[in-house]
């Protein structure tokens, strides 16, 4: 009973519907190419917006995360971000680790803010420009 219980169990997960992962072409406006399905997307906005409030290059591990104003670049108020636009991740500054990192979360976004770095390369900054 246990081993026909455990088999049908077993090929019910096989044959259970999985989430796919595939792209489909932007209908109205084919110049944009595809976009990816099953993961959320965030535009070009959003990482430059990211740029400016997080990535300043004032702050230290250790200072205050969220809300403070060390993190914004300088160059954020003549692109249309004030001091009321500011960082609003609560470990930006954070010097310690997440469970299974080797880097501190200050770290983790100092690489990510670099020349280079992945929010760079998505907002279109610095070397990507």
Do not use: H
């Amino acid at each position: 009973m246990k081993t026909t219980a455990t088999a049908f169990l077993a090929l019910a997960a096989l044959l259970a519907p999985s989430p796919v992962i595939g792209r489909e072409a932007m209908l109205g406006d084919e110049s944009t190419g595809q976009r990816r399905l099953g993961f959320y997307y965030k535009s070009q906005e959003y990482y430059e917006s990211l740029w400016y409030r997080c990535c300043g290059t004032d702050g230290k591990a250790g200072d205050e995360s969220k809300n403070n104003i060390v993190w914004q670049r300088d160059d954020a108020e003549e692109n249309g971000y004030d001091d009321t636009k500011l960082c609003k991740c609560p470990v930006r500054g954070s010097d310690s680790k997440g469970w299974w990192s080797s880097q501190t979360y200050f770290a983790k976004w100092e690489d990510k803010c670099a020349p280079g770095g992945s929010i760079a390369q998505k907002a279109k900054k610095g070397d990507f420009e």
